[in-house]
């Protein structure tokens, strides 16, 4: 009975084989895909996705090409946004925009200096 039963569990695990093979030898036969998913070219998808991409870097930097920045703009609301400028005023708004410009540029030193000192204090401890 043992020996009935494994002759036809095998021939039906043959049978399952077979028809799997079938099926797979269809599938090779005639594939589905007319274009690879990588092939970029072809692939419409890809191509919708690679435009809009294109798309939005563009109307970026045409946003950061149009948002000029006015330095001057802070230096003229203090002096009370004249229409223009008597000699004085102009020399004063130019000392304080160098100034705050040496400002920055120290600070700027200030932090890496810090970080200098960061870095090489974390160095010391490793050795």
Do not use: W
Request: with cysteine; aromatic share 6%.
């Amino acid at each position: 009975m043992d020996e009935l039963s494994a002759l036809l569990h095998e021939i039906v695990e043959e049978t399952r084989v077979h028809e799997m093979l079938i099926v797979r030898g269809r599938e090779s036969a005639g594939p589905k895909l007319k274009y690879s998913i990588f092939d970029t070219l072809r692939n419409e998808k890809a191509k919708k996705a690679m435009k809009q991409k294109e798309q939005q870097l563009q109307e970026q930097s045409k946003r950061e090409v149009e948002t000029d920045v006015d330095y001057l703009g802070p230096y003229l609301a203090r002096l009370g946004n004249p229409e223009s400028l008597s000699h004085d005023e102009a020399l004063q708004m130019r000392e304080s925009c160098l100034s705050d410009f040496k400002q920055l540029l120290v600070d700027r030193a200030n932090h890496i200096q810090t970080m200098f000192e960061k870095v090489r204090d974390g160095l010391k401890f490793r050795t």
